[in-house]
């Protein structure tokens, strides 16, 4: 926050810490539970990919159900041991309580509006609840962004696969749909995205360098730069 506050970026609210509302996702998950939208999952990843010749937007391995290593008398059993699961939605069935023309409206970097159709079934059986993890990805941000009243979503092209399954769950569990932008990302000279995990040059380092938030903007293509050119590729 103190790097986009710098950059000219300012947050009109603190920041939503997913680790003080695991309640929230608790609920959801819970309904979708109760009307058999969700299995518990043993399988583990490696067997997965092992019989899947599949992947999903991300790149790993599809599953779709019923389980691939552990049969249903074996995974009624380790539930009743209290062993904890993962649990998958159940797409054939989530599919089946949803309108066939499910799409979003899509603005990319402009002021006129798209509608994509959604393809949730590159997904597959999706993990919503994890051993180990109080909320999984894609269900914790569609309750995020609607318990928080967000309008517009704006994010990289990376996650637009992922709109497709979140325009599913919002369906299911009677959320409202967000406008959506998701713009190019800022690439490195091998054109891969900067991230946090790959130890990219982060906004504070090109500060410590010298570089003024107007460099940053005009490089980005939001005004002209006070000093040095500061190159950037777009993808």
Same mark, same amino acid.
């Given at each position: 926050? #103190?790097?986009?506050?710098? !950059?000219?970026?300012?947050?009109?609210?603190?920041?939503? %810490?997913?680790?003080?509302?695991?309640?929230?996702?608790?609920?959801?998950?819970?309904?979708?539970?109760?009307? +058999?939208?969700?299995?518990?999952?043993?399988?583990?990843? +490696?067997?997965?990919?092992?019989?899947?010749?599949?992947?999903?937007?991300?790149?790993?391995?599809?599953?779709?159900?019923?389980?691939?290593?552990?049969?249903? #008398?074996?995974?009624?059993?380790?539930?009743?041991?209290?062993?904890? $699961?993962?649990?998958?939605?159940?797409?054939? %069935?989530?599919?089946?309580?949803?309108?066939?023309?499910?799409?979003?409206?899509?603005?990319?970097?402009?002021?006129?509006?798209?509608?994509?159709?959604?393809?949730?079934?590159?997904? +597959?059986?999706?993990? !919503?609840?994890?051993?180990?993890?109080?909320?999984?990805?894609?269900?914790?941000?569609?309750?995020?962004? $609607?318990?928080?009243?967000?309008?517009?979503?704006?994010?990289?092209?990376? !996650?637009?696969?992922?709109?497709?399954?979140?325009?599913?769950?919002?369906?299911?569990?009677?959320?409202?749909?967000?406008?959506?932008?998701?713009?190019?990302?800022?690439?490195?000279?091998?054109? $891969?995205?900067?991230?946090?995990?790959?130890?990219?040059?982060?906004?504070?380092?090109?500060? #410590?360098?010298?570089?003024?938030?107007?460099?940053?903007?005009?490089?980005?293509?939001?005004?002209?730069?006070? #000093? +040095?050119?500061?190159?950037?590729?777009?993808?």
């Amino acid at each position: 926050m #103190q790097d986009l506050g710098w !950059l000219g970026v300012r947050c009109e609210l603190s920041p939503r %810490r997913q680790s003080e509302h695991v309640a929230d996702y608790a609920a959801a998950f819970g309904e979708l539970r109760e009307r +058999g939208l969700v299995y518990p999952c043993y399988c583990t990843r +490696g067997q997965i990919a092992a019989v899947s010749g599949e992947r999903d937007p991300d790149g790993a391995a599809l599953h779709r159900g019923p389980c691939v290593a552990v049969g249903v #008398q074996e995974t009624r059993a380790r539930l009743a041991r209290g062993e904890a $699961a993962n649990w998958r939605l159940d797409l054939a %069935r989530a599919q089946s309580q949803a309108p066939s023309s499910l799409a979003w409206t899509e603005f990319y970097e402009g002021d006129a509006p798209t509608r994509v159709p959604a393809e949730p079934q590159r997904w +597959g059986d999706i993990l !919503l609840g994890a051993k180990q993890r109080p909320a999984v990805y894609h269900l914790a941000v569609v309750v995020d962004d $609607a318990l928080q009243g967000v309008t517009d979503v704006v994010r990289g092209r990376d !996650l637009f696969p992922s709109t497709s399954m979140h325009r599913l769950l919002q369906t299911l569990l009677d959320l409202p749909a967000p406008r959506y932008r998701h713009h190019r990302l800022v690439v490195d000279a091998d054109g $891969a995205k900067l991230s946090k995990s790959a130890k990219s040059e982060s906004l504070r380092a090109l500060r #410590q360098q010298g570089y003024s938030a107007a460099d940053i903007s005009a490089a980005l293509g939001f005004g002209a730069s006070t #000093q +040095g050119k500061l190159a950037v590729a777009f993808s």
